[in-house]
């Protein structure tokens, strides 16, 4: 499996969110490697996009949207979720990153379902929380280098047959930018 080179994160990032479908995360755990194919995700830019962790200013905790393509931004939200986050932009652009929403499981299930607490594999890894709760992904990974092969990363997955577009989820400002984006397997 091919790791996805540094370059593939440097586009605008509504690109990358769709061309990250069907790409498949790996996260290694001890001896322990689980994985899953992206199904679900969301694009984040900076100054025109007023959902945006970056639409205001550079934070301690968004900084890294503001730094170089191909890491992990994992932040922590409403108290008790992290959420997985990949840096991506134009070069242009001050600062981007698409949100992953969802995977469909593939390798270490019975370990997703322990790290979740829960048997039932269609709501295992059907939103960022559970996705970052099955995966064991938390603050540790903040500013993981996706592009070489560690403890988390994303390679190469499946061919695509359709994407549906609509708008993002959970969000009050920009609701008619049209960036998330699902595939079914």
Same mark, same amino acid.
């Given at each position: ?6 370059? $593939? ?13 069907? @790409? ?17 995700? !969301?694009?984040?830019?900076?100054? *025109? *996009? ?5 639409? +205001? ?8 949207? $503001? ?16 959420? $997985? ?15 992953? +929403?969802?995977?469909?499981? !593939?390798?270490?299930?019975? #370990?997703? /379902? ?13 939103? &960022?929380?559970?996705?970052? /709760?099955?995966?064991? #992904?938390? @603050? ?26 609509? &708008?993002?989820?959970?969000? @009050? *400002?920009?609701? *008619?930018?049209?960036?998330? $984006? @699902?595939?079914?397997?």
């Amino acid at each position: 499996m091919t790791i996805l080179p540094r370059e $593939f994160y440097s586009k605008d990032t509504v690109t990358v969110a769709k061309n990250l479908l069907g @790409k498949r995360i790996i996260r290694k755990i001890g001896h322990n490697e689980i994985s899953g194919i992206i199904t679900e995700t !969301e694009a984040y830019r900076h100054n *025109d *996009d007023p959902a945006s962790h970056a639409f +205001r200013k550079i934070t301690d905790r968004n900084k890294i949207m $503001f730094g170089d393509v191909g890491f992990a931004y994992v932040y922590f939200t409403y108290g008790m979720h992290f959420c $997985f986050n990949v840096v991506a932009k134009d070069p242009k652009k001050a600062a981007g990153a698409v949100l992953i +929403r969802a995977i469909e499981p !593939e390798k270490g299930i019975k #370990i997703m /379902q322990r790290n979740r607490g829960i048997e039932n594999l269609k709501n295992l890894t059907n939103g &960022p929380a559970k996705l970052a /709760q099955a995966l064991e #992904i938390t @603050k540790e990974h903040y500013g993981v280098d996706l592009t070489k092969k560690s403890r988390l990363y994303i390679t190469e997955g499946i061919k695509l047959k359709k994407i549906s577009v609509s &708008p993002r989820i959970g969000i @009050k *400002d920009a609701t *008619d930018k049209l960036w998330n $984006f @699902k595939i079914r397997i």
